[in-house]
């Protein structure tokens, strides 16, 4: 089922951002290293929003015309959808952290500053982002590729009003990704303040 294991994945996005909130609140560790994992878990929030939101509103578009997200059902439909299926592909990468993609941006620091303080977490969360990668490219191959399904022969690509509403989501999934620091520059300023005044000792 497409909008299950959209679901899983945004679960799974969660959990990361429950790593860098963990090792930030940590009572060990510099606090340079607590602030780039609390800021990839900020990031993350933004990114998983754009992500998950394009996801979920894709698996909408292909049931509005087959009316199942059973992944068995498809088969290559790439060849009479194109546009979705490139933007399913775009999205499905940017979620398994593709380099160049608002999820990379998101989840390395993310684990540069978890490995700094959580070692064996950082270590299982790479473990997750393997097991993602399987799963959104066995989706790809099982919805897009292979010989094509002929029940789909004549399925219409997306439409004008689903393209106003996904391609500002891809836009920001390639922004975000190339060109972080506009987002990333105030989300720093404001997690360095804030874990600044939760770590200062106390003074008796």
Not at 81 to 103: E, F, K, N, Q, R
Not at 153 to 174: F, G, H
Request: proline fraction near 5%.
């Amino acid at each position: 089922d497409m909008k299950r294991l959209v679901a899983y994945s945004s679960v799974n996005h969660m959990g990361y951002v429950m790593l860098g909130v963990a090792a930030a609140m940590a009572a060990h560790g510099a606090i340079d290293v607590k602030v780039t994992a609390l800021n990839g878990a900020v990031l993350q929030m933004v990114s998983h929003g754009i992500i998950t939101g394009a996801l979920f509103l894709l698996v909408g578009v292909i049931y509005d015309r087959a009316h199942t997200r059973d992944l068995d059902a498809f088969g290559g439909i790439w060849t009479r959808v194109p546009v979705y299926g490139g933007v399913l592909i775009l999205a499905a990468l940017a979620s398994l952290g593709l380099p160049g993609l608002a999820g990379f941006v998101a989840e390395f620091p993310i684990f540069i500053g978890v490995f700094g303080i959580y070692k064996l977490f950082a270590c299982l969360g790479v473990i997750g982002i393997i097991v993602t990668a399987g799963y959104f490219l066995w989706m790809i191959q099982r919805v897009l590729l292979g010989p094509l399904n002929e029940k789909w022969a004549d399925m219409p690509d997306m439409d004008t009003r689903e393209k106003i509403s996904l391609y500002p989501l891809v836009a920001l999934m390639i922004i975000i990704g190339i060109m972080p620091m506009w987002l990333l520059s105030p989300i720093n300023s404001a997690m360095t303040a804030l874990l600044t005044r939760i770590h200062v000792p106390l003074v008796p």
